[in-house]
């Protein structure tokens, strides 16, 4: 009855998904429904978790890339690789690459269709993978994870996937994503050197999402407020050249703050003293930082597209993130209406508390039962 979890992306540290899967696990492993095992590819990078140690564990000594090959290529072949699972009753694949294993059962997530929507914002290589290999394991998985309604619509719109094999698990903040103390929030604003008053950014420094266009709102809304800054948060990630020029251009050097990086625990500070925090995107699989916002207590402004009303609700305001003029209508709403603000920062802790890990783990874990039979 082993369920065999794939926590590559947790034990090679890879950003999102690795925090998705580290957390999923670790709320499956506490709640014990079933007996887990863990696997994963170790790369250089690997970075064992201490609290899994007595958890049984198999691995296979490949980088990323090699890794990603041989799978597709034996999926092509359909040449199973139980051996590296021995003794399994059903896999989750926590990201897009799926190991055929023969007649075992298995379970692949979906965390978004990224590179089929915006395919000019992928790296080549990887755009010409996922398009040829993602159809394959759509097809292959016995039953699909997806972090959205949203994403589950992109699957059945652009691979015709049966409703019935898709299932809407939905992500979580972190436990400490929460409201902290006004001294925390003192200690961080200094730390950081933070402005007064500052819209926030949370999140990889590149196109998709739609920083540029953020930065010529920001523009028109100086011409009447002074005194509002811009934090961006993140690492630079890909073609991201064209929003640093865009920031020079502006005239926005002294507008825009890049703290560099941020360590998890000051980010709910960070939140918290933010004006508003600003998710611009113009597709997210999960949206998580706005559920992570919400948690802090910081008024949340988004777009309206993909996955982010599903988590905003009503708590969120929202704005289309391909008009100027609205994006700029909506901010300048928010943030010149104090009373607002304060409604939607009280209620977004709430909100944020619908979703939970162990709610995902429960539901996830249905999902096994089900391809077990």
Same mark, same amino acid.
């Given at each position: ?16 998904? $690795? ?14 429904? /079933? %007996? ?50 021995? $003794? ?41 993978? /996922? ?39 939905? *992500?979580?903040?972190?436990?400490? =994503? ?17 402005? *007064? ?12 999402? +739609?920083?540029?266009?953020?930065? *010529? ?8 407020? @002074? ?17 640093? !020029? ?6 926005? $050097?002294?507008?825009? =703050? ?23 995107? /113009? ?5 998580? %930082? ?6 802090? $207590?910081? %008024?949340?402004?988004?777009?309206? !597209?993909?996955?982010? %009303? !599903? ?8 704005? +289309? ?19 607002? @603000?304060? *409604? ?10 619908? =979703? ?18």
């Amino acid at each position: 009855m082993t369920v065999y979890v794939d926590v590559s992306a947790a034990i090679n540290s890879r950003a999102g998904l $690795g925090r998705y899967t580290r957390s999923l696990t670790q709320a499956l492993l506490e709640q014990a429904e /079933l %007996p887990l095992a863990l696997f994963y590819n170790r790369t250089r990078q690997a970075q064992f978790v201490p609290e899994w140690a007595t958890v049984p564990q198999r691995s296979i000594g490949l980088g990323y890339k090699p890794w990603r090959l041989l799978v597709y290529l034996a999926q092509l072949a359909r040449f199973p690789m139980k051996r590296l699972v021995p $003794g399994a009753a059903a896999f989750h694949a926590t990201e897009h690459l799926l190991m055929p294993l023969g007649k075992v059962p298995t379970v692949m997530t979906v965390h978004d269709l990224i590179f089929k929507l915006f395919p000019e914002h992928h790296k080549r290589l990887n755009y010409w993978f /996922l398009n040829a290999a993602m159809p394959l394991f759509v097809r292959r998985a016995d039953a699909i994870i997806v972090v959205s309604q949203a994403t589950k619509n992109d699957l059945i719109r652009h691979y015709h996937t049966p409703d019935n094999k898709i299932n809407v698990v939905h *992500e979580a903040a972190a436990p400490h =994503f929460r409201r902290v103390s006004d001294a925390e929030v003192a200690r961080v604003r200094e730390k950081y050197n933070l402005p *007064e008053r500052y819209l926030l950014s949370v999140g990889t420094i590149e196109p998709r999402k +739609n920083l540029s266009r953020l930065a *010529e709102v920001v523009a028109r809304l100086r011409r009447n407020d @002074r005194s509002l800054h811009w934090v961006v948060v993140g690492a630079k990630g890909w073609m991201y050249d064209e929003f640093f !020029e865009r920031v020079e251009r502006l005239n926005l $050097g002294d507008v825009v =703050f890049f703290p560099g990086y941020v360590p998890d625990d000051d980010l709910p500070a960070m939140f918290r003293a933010a004006t508003v925090y600003v998710m611009a995107s /113009l597709y997210e699989g999960a949206g998580l %930082p706005v559920l992570e916002a919400m948690a802090c $207590g910081a %008024p949340v402004v988004s777009s309206r !597209e993909s996955s982010m %009303p !599903e988590l905003g609700a009503d708590v969120a305001r929202y704005f +289309n993130p391909r008009d100027l003029d609205n994006m700029t209508d909506v901010l300048r709403m928010v943030l010149d209406d104090d009373q607002l @603000r304060t *409604e939607m920062a009280e209620a977004g802790p709430d909100r944020a508390a619908h =979703f939970s890990w162990q709610r995902a783990a429960r539901e996830t874990t249905n999902v096994y039962r089900s391809v077990m039979g």
